[in-house]
């Protein structure tokens, strides 16, 4: 199996789709995070039971004052999507602002800019089967229960 993600890139932000192929190289699907999310450029990995491990970026409204930020500005939220290939249904939604305020960031905040306050490098599997994510932005690795998102 050949995958490869395809879209647009600029300082380490991705927006685009992640493309699965046979042997010969013939394209036989095309995975997304779905809900409307873009895949990012850094992760996309298979598990051994036919799912898709998926990383997104999405800009949401934030009052960003309490990093220097104005008052109606946008962060990036890191979320980690479960997509089963088959059905290309997403299983399990990971979202980093729910669970991490953004001011535990290590990131400034640059004038005019979305703010990339956790920056996910990495989403896997660990032995128990639960999410386990690194954070450039936050110095941390965050496992999670895959089933209740804790």
Known sequence: MLTWWQGDGTN???SGVHYM???RGRIIKRV???AGLTSDLHEFQLTPDGRVLIISYVPVPADLTPVGGPRNGTLFDR???VIDVASGRALTRWSTRAHVPFTES???LAA???????HMNSVSLDPSGNLLMSFRNINAVISADIRTGG
Do not use: W
């Open 32 to 34: 997304t995070a779905g």
């Open 106 to 108: 290590t990131m400034p």
């Open 12 to 14: 380490g932000i991705g």
């Open 79 to 81: 979320v980690a999507s």
């Open 112 to 118: 005019g800019s979305t703010y990339d306050a956790y």
């Open 21 to 23: 192929a046979d042997t």
